[in-house]
């Protein structure tokens, strides 16, 4: 199994809304990683957990909350989001942080829409 | 901050060959080039990288300069499967690494 798992697909939200994305993987991998992508540009690094511990946060605002339970699953957790914030989440995972030569595999991404 | 170019969109006709540059002029020695392809409605996928010399897959191939200031990806024949948004992504901080995005450029696949 090489895939990463994201549900859901789509999500509507008003800005005081709390809803959650999801990522999920079983390819034993200890990486896991959030990246945000507008339309028309390339992924933008949010948070990257390493063994289920926050090893970098891209200065990411506090309305967006990462969360990696165990070494499988990943979410990330949303409140009080902005219009600005519509746009496509991807998870990714690799077998450890990415070193020089480390492949990263994504999930199909979660298309957000902040109303 | 290293940066790397690419230019928007090429434009190929199928079974052709396509070239892909890349300029990442300030990259350091010891970091890998990676390539990556994003299909519609995808995340990113795994193509293919390398370090100093050029590197084949099922793929693809990369030619890497002899000063690693740039490279280029190679699709020997293009299929319309082939039509995505490709990356040439550079290797940034020192611990724990992380692979940034280039621009990308955007692959069209004629028939």
């Known amino acids: 199994d090489t895939e990463v798992t994201q549900t859901p697909k789509h999500l509507v939200m008003g800005m005081t809304n709390k809803k959650s994305l999801k990522c999920e993987q079983h390819?034993?991998?200890?990486?896991m990683y959030w990246y945000k992508q507008k339309a028309k540009k390339p992924p933008e690094l949010m948070f990257v957990?390493?063994?289920?511990?926050?090893?970098i946060n891209e200065s990411v605002p506090s309305r967006f909350s990462p969360e990696c339970p165990n070494s499988s699953l990943l979410n990330l957790h949303l409140h009080a989001l902005q219009p600005e914030d519509s746009a496509l989440y991807l998870c990714?995972?690799?077998?450890?942080?990415?070193?020089?030569?480390?492949?990263?595999?994504f999930g199909s991404g979660t298309q957000l829409s902040v109303l | 901050d290293a940066k790397t170019t690419q230019p928007n969109s090429m434009e190929s006709n199928e079974e052709e060959p396509v070239h892909l540059p890349c300029n990442h002029s300030?990259?350091?020695?010891?970091?890998?080039i990676h390539w990556y392809r994003q299909l519609p409605s995808q995340g990113p996928e795994y193509v293919i990288h390398?370090?100093?010399s050029n590197v084949n897959n099922r793929m693809a191939s990369l030619a890497i300069a002899e000063d690693r200031k740039s490279s280029t990806l190679i699709l020997h024949r293009a299929t319309l499967r082939d039509a995505a948004v490709y990356y040439c992504?550079?290797?940034?901080?020192?611990?724990?690494?992380?692979?940034?995005f280039g621009t990308g450029t955007r692959l069209l696949v004629s028939p």
């Open positions: 990714a995972s690799s077998q450890a942080m990415i070193a020089t030569n480390e492949k990263l595999f």
């Open positions: 390819m034993g991998h200890r990486a």
């Open positions: 957990y390493s063994y289920e511990k926050l090893s």
């Open positions: 300030t990259i350091s020695g010891t970091d890998y």
């Open positions: 390398g370090l100093t």
């Open positions: 992504i550079r290797r940034v901080g020192t611990g724990f690494q992380k692979l940034v």
